[in-house]
């Protein structure tokens, strides 16, 4: 098997005991390219190795659960504000 970079999509296949005994090359491999590779037993599909895709984090709930909320933070306030304007 030759270790050609393509940006193809399509998983190629390889056989249990060839990744067994090149797993660490397949995985350098596989996140070099981002070309999945399917993992067969007696020629049959049993597992795929892909790339991992990193999503950006959201803001939104980015500090859940990092805060308190302390008293009550609905009912007004007696504290008269004057605006200048």
């Known amino acids: 098997m030759s270790l050609v970079r393509s940006r193809s999509r399509r998983p190629r296949a390889i056989g249990a005991t060839e990744f067994k005994a090149r797993c660490l090359e397949l995985m350098d491999l596989v996140a070099a390219t981002g070309n999945p590779v399917v993992i067969t037993k007696r020629g049959k599909p049993v597992a795929r190795l892909v790339p991992v895709e990193e999503r950006p984090r959201s803001i939104i709930g980015a500090l859940k659960g990092r805060a308190r909320i302390?008293?009550?933070?609905?009912?007004?306030?007696?504290?008269?504000?004057e605006a200048s304007g």
Do not use: L
């Open 70 to 81: 302390r008293g009550d933070i609905v009912s007004p306030i007696d504290v008269h504000w």
